[in-house]
């Protein structure tokens, strides 16, 4: 009896590498890691090309806490999220069609930085982040449409940062800070 062939390991998608890489840094920011295994880990997750090699880049880390990571997804229609609600460490917005709206403005940070992966077909999206938060776009690439985002110096310190990442093909993304 011939057997199965090994499964080979999935590649890896940028979100996956952002994350990993925020893992990392969170890591050597509470002293689990040195700056030595800080660097030698980073550069094995920005040189991997599939699962494993993530994997192994993460491996002795302590797990996700769980209820640090949420997806809301639809293939269609509106993802809309406002008022006062739980914002999680990690929020995974994926939607094939439609728009989106998250309005931040009043929602409850357990955390001070959340990851807000966006994986965004064609429609639009809107962010509304507090008046005081800090938002980093550098991980999100966008398809066909431009980015509006006017950054502003927070008022006071002690403010979120909001790391926004992810890919945005046929839509239009905007960020604003809240008035109030």
């Known amino acids: 009896m011939a057997s ?5 390991s999935p590649l890896i998608r940028d979100g996956d590498r952002d994350t990993a890489v925020h893992r990392l840094q969170d890591a050597y920011a509470v002293g689990l890691i040195s700056h030595e295994e ?6 094995r997750v920005l040189t991997a090309n599939v699962q494993d090699e993530l994997t192994s880049a993460l491996a ?15 293939a269609a229609g509106r993802i809309r999220r406002s008022g ?3 914002v999680p460490r990690f ?3 994926h939607s094939a069609f439609g728009k989106v709206h998250l309005d931040l403005s009043r929602a409850d940070f357990e955390h001070p930085t959340v990851d807000i992966e966006l994986q965004l077909g064609t429609g639009r999206a809107r962010i509304t982040v507090p008046r005081d938060a800090v938002v980093d776009l550098g991980g999100l ?4 449409k431009d980015l509006r985002y006017r950054a502003r110096q927070p008022s006071r310190p002690g403010g979120p940062e909001i790391r926004i990442s992810g890919t945005m093909g046929f839509g ?7 008035r109030r």
Not at 4 to 8: N, Q
Not at 38 to 43: F, I, P, S, T
Not at 60 to 74: C, K, W
């Open 4 to 8: 199965l062939p090994d499964t080979p």
């Open 38 to 43: 800080l660097d030698e880990r980073l550069h």
């Open 60 to 74: 002795s880390l302590p797990g996700e806490h769980p209820g640090t990571t949420s997806t809301i997804a639809a």
């Open 84 to 86: 006062v609600w739980r």
């Open 91 to 93: 929020l995974k917005v």
């Open 141 to 144: 690439h966008t398809g066909w």
């Open 172 to 178: 239009r993304l905007k960020i604003r800070h809240a």
